[in-house]
């Protein structure tokens, strides 16, 4: 009789996370015209208490979307635009000398807010780059050996340009392997173009007038994910997949020379909670095989490591993963 009821609450919950979803998504498409791709890719990052790498040329609406997203909720956004020359306390914050006290106050930097977009993360040296991890992986930062914590929710979405890399840094393994997900952000279709110009030619291509939805709306979501069912059949199908990135030639033949490294452990960790925000997304209270499919690529293109042989041969590192996911057999 618990596990009915235990079940009959899930479907319940389930229900208040999709109503709750579907006001994110109507928010977003008040700001953002099409990319449903990128779309997905926030929200699920959001949801999962991950964070995103997108990379796409410049004016594809990248800074929009964050900032829409922010406003559905009501939450705080902050932008640092990366250079040569930023600091990493440029970001987590510093102590300031308060020469009438004789003492040293502590400046947050913009890390500290729910919404951070790093617009083109290459640009910042390596050093910048590194003081990222701490706030994206413990959600915290350390200004002067005093730890403050940063709020919740708390999603950090950088940037790249794929085409302009002369003055760039190349992020680490250790950087990348933070992102929950990568997603390339592609033209617009010419219809959802169209429907752009036109909504700013009649002035109504506005970020939404009010939040739909709150904080607590948000940690719900966050907290309902996490109590998303995942088999185990799911956990080995995905686990398989992680796998066999790492050159096994019974799933790549002779494409495993291509690969150089293959996903690590964090891989699968990913799959299991984005493939949970993504079955709350869709209304479940349970992981399908599919959920784990579709995320294949932004969850595993920024954890593979290419050979050369790939790049003479004209090989994408989603052309791998296709055959990956091909070759594993789904349960």
């Not at 949801?47 to 796409?56: D, K, M, N, T, W």
């Not at 991890?133 to 200004?143: D, R, V, Y």
């Amino acid at each position: 009789m618990g596990v009915v009821e235990s079940r009959v609450r899930a479907r319940v919950d389930v229900a208040r996370a999709k109503d709750a979803v579907d006001k994110l998504e109507t928010g977003f498409g008040e700001g953002v015209i099409g990319q449903e791709s990128l779309r997905q890719s926030l929200i699920i990052a959001l949801i999962a208490e991950g964070h995103v790498l997108l990379e796409s040329l410049p004016g594809l609406a990248k800074t929009t979307a964050v900032r829409t997203l922010a406003a559905t909720v009501g939450l705080d956004f902050g932008r640092v635009q990366c250079t040569p020359d930023l600091l990493p306390s440029d970001i987590t914050g510093t102590e300031i000398y308060n020469q009438a006290q004789n003492s040293f106050d502590t400046k947050l930097g913009p890390v500290h807010t729910n919404f951070l977009l790093l617009d083109e993360i290459n640009r910042s040296s390596a050093k910048t780059q590194s003081a990222m991890l701490e706030a994206m992986q413990e959600g915290q930062t350390t200004i002067g050996g005093v730890v403050h914590r940063l709020p919740k929710p708390f999603l950090v979405v950088a940037t790249q340009n794929p085409i302009e890399q002369e003055g760039t840094y190349v992020l680490p393994e250790a950087q990348l392997d933070r992102f929950l997900l990568k997603e390339i952000v592609r033209y617009p279709h010419s219809a959802d173009e169209f429907e752009m110009l036109r909504r700013i030619r009649d002035g109504v291509l506005v970020a939404p007038s009010a939040p739909a939805l709150t904080r607590d709306d948000v940690l719900f979501l966050q907290d309902a994910a996490r109590a998303v069912h995942v088999d185990d059949t799911v956990l080995r199908y995905a686990l398989t997949i992680v796998s066999a990135t790492r050159g096994a030639t019974s799933y790549l033949g002779d494409q495993a020379r291509y690969v150089a490294a293959g996903a690590s452990p964090r891989a699968g960790i990913a799959f299991v909670n984005a493939s949970r925000a993504l079955a709350l997304m869709m209304g479940r209270d349970h992981v399908l095989p599919e959920d784990v499919k579709a995320l294949a690529h932004p969850i595993l293109r920024h954890r593979l490591s290419l050979t050369f042989d790939a790049e003479l041969d004209g090989v994408s590192v989603e052309d791998v993963i296709d055959v990956v996911v091909a070759a594993v057999q789904t349960p």
